[in-house]
């Protein structure tokens, strides 16, 4: 698999990694052994890279994660912190980040987390000097190898951009979600900071499997966040109306090569985008990983083809989300 720096982490990781939310809660039930098949197919497909959260099933994604990496330490793995308090900002302070990480430590089986991101914390977080400094300490005290921000807005991101030592940034960015093109990936790029791109498939929707017959589970976000009443709404197909979203997939679906799939065509689109360092699509079974991985593989997409993902997104999909976020 192709490799790309990961930002200030000085680290090469495959481009395409793996989204461990899934894994954890909010997605419908994902037993312990085929959470374990996701994590072994993803590292035995070229996966290098995993990302998870303190907050996914209350750490169960971060201890099935440790499980893997006991046997595969050469992995990179990204945990975020900040989720599992009320969400004020000043709940993120140093003695709070030493008990959040000395947490995911024990979860993952590990001294020193290769990289720690604050989860899409409150927008004035990010302007914060005392934040910044207590993560330059957890750093200092090898809890950390390096830190970075999941951020919801591409302010944040272009805040966060701005401070000298974070060095990456998660934001959501797919065929649905074009605002981050404008001034966050260049903006990146020319500091040095990683690119984790989340959310690459909207929610699935990008997958090309649903229709406006698919109904998801009482205990899956698809159903119980549409209008945002657990958190960000952007977090739930990026924000997109389900309607609206199959139209744009349905506009989209010729453009996929053959032999391929709609979803490799979504995360390739990701992967052709100057400054994106990883993609971390989720997955429930080693097939899903395997579709996924695929799509490092694909042929670059054309100038064409990326001129019609942009149309679409200007004629469906911008007047509903691109102010938003």
């Given at each position: 698999m192709?490799?790309?720096?990961?930002?200030?982490?000085?680290?090469?990781?495959?481009v395409v990694g793996l989204g461990a939310w899934q894994l954890g809660a909010d997605w419908g039930d994902v037993k312990e052994g085929d959470a374990l098949d996701v994590l072994n197919a993803a590292?035995?497909?070229?996966?290098?890279?995993?990302?998870?959260?303190?907050?996914?099933?209350?750490?169960?994604?971060?201890?099935?994660?440790?499980?893997v990496l006991k046997e595969h330490p050469e992995l990179t793995v990204a945990s975020k912190m900040g989720r599992r308090v009320e969400q004020k900002p000043e709940n993120y302070n140093l003695d709070a980040f030493r008990a959040w990480n000395d947490r995911s430590r024990e979860n993952l089986g590990v001294d020193t987390i290769d990289l720690v991101q604050l989860h899409c914390p409150p927008?004035?977080?990010?302007?914060?000097?005392?934040?910044f400094d207590a993560l330059d300490t957890l750093v200092q005290?090898?809890?950390?190898?390096?830190?970075?921000?999941?951020?919801?807005?591409?302010?944040?991101a272009l805040t966060a951009i701005a401070r000298p030592n974070v060095?990456?940034?998660?934001?959501?960015?797919?065929?649905?979600?074009?605002k981050p093109l404008d001034e966050v990936l260049p903006a990146a790029e020319r500091a040095g900071v990683g690119i984790i791109a989340r959310v690459p498939l909207a929610s699935g929707l990008l997958s090309g499997k649903y229709d406006e017959n698919t109904t998801f589970g009482a205990d899956d976000h698809r159903n119980y966040n549409r209008k945002g009443e657990a958190f960000d709404v952007g977090e739930t197909f990026s924000g997109v109306d389900f309607a609206t979203g199959l139209e744009a997939v349905k506009r989209l679906i010729p453009l996929v090569p053959e032999g391929a799939t709609m979803a490799q065509f979504a995360l390739r689109w990701i992967l052709d985008q100057p400054g994106v360092s990883v993609v971390?699509?989720?997955?429930?079974?080693?097939?899903q990983v395997a579709g996924n991985i695929g799509a490092a593989t694909l042929t670059p997409l054309s100038t064409g083809e990326l001129k019609v993902v942009q149309t679409v997104y200007d004629e469906l999909i911008r007047p509903q989300i691109h102010d938003r976020w």
């Amino acid at each position: 698999m192709e490799k790309r720096t990961l930002g200030r982490t000085g680290r090469q990781v495959g481009v395409v990694g793996l989204g461990a939310w899934q894994l954890g809660a909010d997605w419908g039930d994902v037993k312990e052994g085929d959470a374990l098949d996701v994590l072994n197919a993803a590292v035995e497909g070229g996966v290098t890279f995993i990302d998870t959260a303190d907050v996914y099933g209350d750490g169960r994604s971060e201890r099935l994660v440790g499980q893997v990496l006991k046997e595969h330490p050469e992995l990179t793995v990204a945990s975020k912190m900040g989720r599992r308090v009320e969400q004020k900002p000043e709940n993120y302070n140093l003695d709070a980040f030493r008990a959040w990480n000395d947490r995911s430590r024990e979860n993952l089986g590990v001294d020193t987390i290769d990289l720690v991101q604050l989860h899409c914390p409150p927008t004035a977080v990010y302007s914060t000097d005392a934040v910044f400094d207590a993560l330059d300490t957890l750093v200092q005290e090898g809890r950390i190898s390096a830190y970075g921000v999941s951020v919801e807005t591409c302010e944040e991101a272009l805040t966060a951009i701005a401070r000298p030592n974070v060095a990456s940034v998660q934001i959501i960015l797919n065929a649905f979600r074009l605002k981050p093109l404008d001034e966050v990936l260049p903006a990146a790029e020319r500091a040095g900071v990683g690119i984790i791109a989340r959310v690459p498939l909207a929610s699935g929707l990008l997958s090309g499997k649903y229709d406006e017959n698919t109904t998801f589970g009482a205990d899956d976000h698809r159903n119980y966040n549409r209008k945002g009443e657990a958190f960000d709404v952007g977090e739930t197909f990026s924000g997109v109306d389900f309607a609206t979203g199959l139209e744009a997939v349905k506009r989209l679906i010729p453009l996929v090569p053959e032999g391929a799939t709609m979803a490799q065509f979504a995360l390739r689109w990701i992967l052709d985008q100057p400054g994106v360092s990883v993609v971390i699509p989720g997955a429930r079974n080693p097939q899903q990983v395997a579709g996924n991985i695929g799509a490092a593989t694909l042929t670059p997409l054309s100038t064409g083809e990326l001129k019609v993902v942009q149309t679409v997104y200007d004629e469906l999909i911008r007047p509903q989300i691109h102010d938003r976020w």
